[in-house]
Nanobody, 123 residues
Framework: QVQLVESGGGLVQPGGSLRLSCAPS????????MGWFRQAPGKERVFLAT????????SYGASVKGRFTISRDNVKNTAYLQMNSLNPEDTGVYYC????????????????WGQGTQVTVSS
């Protein structure tokens, strides 16, 4: 059974940082590219970042480029999203996902999803 479990969300002040983790199980981790998405209340799910199976290639959405960094550790079977310079518009539920493609830039390319972790940016 495939499971993706996100952690690391919480409440942070504007300008602060958080690091999200995603720990999948039930499949061979380095056979899948990973991605992160955000869904704000009443809005569609938005692509944030993706990383290839080896970790050698990354791509970012325009709203987070330069502030967020995606990474993965294929020994620890964990993907990460380092988020810096957070602002209130970054508030939402953050999801990690896995795709058999080498990279995934849209939600319909992903095969497996986590349950999400809430991030709230507020003073």
């Amino acid at each position: 059974q495939v499971q993706l479990v996100e952690s690391g969300g919480g409440l942070v002040q504007p300008g602060g940082s958080l690091r999200l983790s995603c720990a999948p199980s039930g499949y061979t981790f380095d056979h899948y590219a990973m991605g992160w998405f955000r869904q704000a209340p009443g809005k569609e799910r938005v692509f944030l970042a993706t990383i290839s199976r080896s970790g050698g290639t990354t791509s970012y959405g325009a709203s987070v480029k330069g502030r967020f960094t995606i990474s993965r550790d294929n020994v620890k079977n964990t993907a990460y999203l380092q988020m810096n310079s957070l602002n209130p518009e970054d508030t939402g539920v953050y999801y990690c996902a896995a795709t058999i493609k080498n990279l995934g830039l849209s939600s319909d390319e992903y095969d497996y999803w986590g349950q999400g972790t809430q991030v709230t940016v507020s003073s």
